[in-house]
């Protein structure tokens, strides 16, 4: 079964930084993009960020360009988000998603079950 | 950036009606759109991809259709496992970009 699994949310300050880990199984890893996607509370959904299977693609949402680095390790099946520079405006849950299908086209499936990042003083 | 607009925001439905979602994008996306289905405390699911394509293990009361810049969503007899929110998403251009999302309630 195709899985991925989110963990290193949790409560920051402004200005500070969390690292965000992505867990992936049930599929080679390194032959997919990977992204994150994130939802404030009540809100819908923002794209934040993706990464080719072998690092050479990377793309970032405007609102977290300079600020967050997105990166793999693929021996370990691991996607990461470091988030630096963290505003009131980045809390939000966020969530893990493999790229579907085998195409270029980034859609999403499947969804990791996220966790929250809030910032806050 | 490619504004998508999904419409309407609520919208109130009896079990075993037919529901139809609309998105628009702001530019054509070929068929590069995709819909979501997201229920409280969950995270979204993949229901349809490449405009029409429905993803594994969808049941058939789910379909799409659309191209260039007019979407639809359409489940033809409405089940309670169905009230939630769905978005679409636009992948021809970057940034990757969804819409605001419509929320399905029981009337």
């Known amino acids: 079964e195709v899985q991925v699994l989110e963990s290193g949310g949790g409560l920051v300050q402004p200005g500070g930084s969390l690292r965000l880990s992505c867990a992936a199984s049930g599929f080679t890893f390194s032959g997919y993009a990977m992204s994150w996607v994130r939802q404030a509370q009540g809100k819908g959904l923002e794209w934040v960020s993706t990464l080719s299977g072998n690092s050479a693609g990377i793309w970032y949402a405007d609102s977290v360009k300079g600020r967050f680095t997105i990166s793999r390790d693929n021996s370990k099946n691991t996607l990461y988000l470091q988030m630096n520079s963290l505003r009131a405006e980045d809390t939000a849950v966020y969530y893990c998603?493999?790229?579907?299908?085998?195409?270029?086209?980034?859609?999403?499936?499947?969804w990791g079950q996220g966790t929250l990042v809030t910032v806050s003083s | 950036e490619i504004v998508m607009t999904q419409s309407p925001a609520t919208l109130s439905v009896s079990p075993g009606e037919r529901v139809t979602l609309s998105c628009r994008a702001s530019?054509?996306?070929?068929?590069?759109s995709a819909w979501y289905q997201q229920k409280p405390g969950q995270a979204p699911r993949l229901l349809i991809y490449?405009?029409?394509t429905r993803a594994t293990g969808i049941p058939a009361r789910f379909s799409g259709s659309g191209s260039g810049t007019e979407f639809t969503l359409t489940i033809s007899s409405l089940q309670s496992e169905d009230f939630a929110v769905y978005y679409c998403?636009?992948?021809?251009?970057?940034?990757?970009?969804f819409g605001g999302g419509t929320k399905v309630e029981i009337k």
């Open positions: 998603a493999k790229k579907g299908g085998t195409s270029s086209d980034v859609w999403f499936d499947p």
């Open positions: 530019q054509s996306v070929s068929s590069k």
């Open positions: 998403q636009q992948y021809n251009n970057w940034p990757l970009t």
């Open positions: 490449d405009a029409s």
